[in-house]
């Protein structure tokens, strides 16, 4: 690869170097401009390679092969054509991500200890606990004791241009009020240098088992969340897996919800606005009714038929975006 990236590199504007140069040494802890390169294939082992490829297998994946595997991240101006030179492209390597698909699953999980997992210590008792309900066509989180404060997007938070919220739980118990997003994008994160979005870090610390501050200390950059068309995507910024579930990731007919597995680096079509028309009145086994207008993410630790937690509400740390029905 070094012949023809030396090749690609004598190409490039001492600005562009530059640029690359920063997007590399941060390796894409914040969003960095983009990289205009010719177009054009590069040789490589009599292999044409299309810069974009040629830098990610350089600098990130060494087994990517062709562009179809990567997918431009939702901040690349490259993406939507706005260079003004239709011979010219992006090739910064921290402007894409892979294209995370269903594994094979394992087999089952069988230990005979595979129920849900609780915290190390008893909850606080003023601590809001999970509950589903479906009721008059709203579905709605409560306390067990007291009633939590609606989830759902009212029309007036719509109206604000409000399209989710996010809400993060450890374990069965909410942490924190719910975070409006009116951005197209939005970090979620624990530590993010000059990131701005929704930051974990900075919320209450209060009763936190031995589970939960382990799984924390994992989240690291984690995640984008951005509404693009025809759905919501999600890319892993941090350097372990993040597991995500929503209605219209299973296939037709499933009795219950697919858990996605997303390494770093990896993004994930979460949601399609397209499928959820025929995800009305789900309901999980164990777990009751599903907002079908919902994503569930873990950090970390998966759950489902294959793992030792069966539920969500059995990991430690997880988070729950809550989108607007009315787009």
Same mark, same amino acid.
């Given at each position: ?6 090749a690609?590199?004598k190409?490039?504007?001492d600005e562009? $170097?530059?640029l ?6 941060s390796r894409g ?8 390169a010719?177009?054009g294939?590069?040789?490589v ?19 990517v ?8 991240l ?6 939507r054509?706005?260079?003004g030179?239709l011979?010219a492209l ?14 094979? &699953?394992?087999p &089952?999980?069988?230990?005979a ?13 003023s ?16 306390r067990?004791?007291?009633? $939590?404060?609606?989830? /759902? ?7 604000d241009?409000?399209?989710c919220?996010?809400a993060y739980?450890?374990h069965?118990t ?19 240098p ?18 939960v ?11 984008l969340?951005s509404?693009e068309?025809?759905?919501i995507?999600?890319?892993n910024? /941090?350097e372990? &897996?993040i ?6 990731? /299973?296939?037709?007919?499933a ?7 997303v390494?770093?680096g990896? /993004? ?8 959820v ?6 309901w ?15 950090f970390?630790?998966g759950?489902?038929?294959c793992y030792s937690?069966q539920?969500?509400t ?9 989108l607007?029905?009315l787009?």
């Amino acid at each position: 690869l070094k012949p023809a990236a030396h090749a690609l590199f004598k190409k490039l504007k001492d600005e562009e $170097l530059e640029l690359l140069v920063q997007a590399v040494e941060s390796r894409g802890a914040w969003e960095s401009s983009c990289v205009w390169a010719p177009r054009g294939d590069v040789r490589v082992a009599k292999q044409g390679l299309p810069p974009q490829v040629l830098l990610c297998r350089l600098f990130r994946w060494p087994d990517v092969d062709q562009p179809h595997e990567l997918k431009h991240l939702c901040y690349c101006t490259g993406r939507r054509g706005v260079c003004g030179d239709l011979a010219a492209l992006c090739c910064n390597p921290h402007h894409f991500s892979r294209l995370a698909v269903p594994e094979t &699953p394992p087999p &089952p999980y069988s230990k005979a200890s595979c129920g849900p997992s609780w915290p190390d210590k008893p909850q606080h008792p003023s601590s809001q606990h999970l509950e589903f309900s479906y009721k008059g066509g709203d579905w709605r989180g409560k306390r067990l004791c007291s009633p $939590l404060p609606d989830t /759902s997007l009212s029309r007036s938070t719509i109206k604000d241009g409000c399209w989710c919220k996010l809400a993060y739980w450890e374990h069965r118990t909410r942490v924190g009020h719910l975070y409006a997003v009116h951005e197209a994008s939005v970090n979620v994160f624990c530590e993010l240098p000059w990131g701005s979005g929704f930051c974990l870090a900075q919320l209450p610390a209060a009763h936190r088992s031995r589970a939960v501050r382990r799984a924390r200390g994992k989240i690291g950059r984690g995640l984008l969340l951005s509404r693009e068309p025809g759905g919501i995507w999600a890319y892993n910024r /941090s350097e372990h &897996p993040i597991f995500v579930s929503s209605p219209t990731l /299973s296939p037709p007919g499933a009795r219950g919800l697919t858990v996605l597995k997303v390494l770093p680096g990896y /993004s994930a079509k979460v949601f399609d606005y397209e499928q959820v028309g025929c995800k009305v009145g789900l309901w999980l086994p164990g777990e009751g009714p599903c907002d079908p207008h919902s994503i569930r993410i873990s950090f970390a630790k998966g759950w489902g038929p294959c793992y030792s937690r069966q539920f969500i509400t059995s990991c430690p740390c997880w988070l729950e975006v809550l989108l607007n029905q009315l787009r």
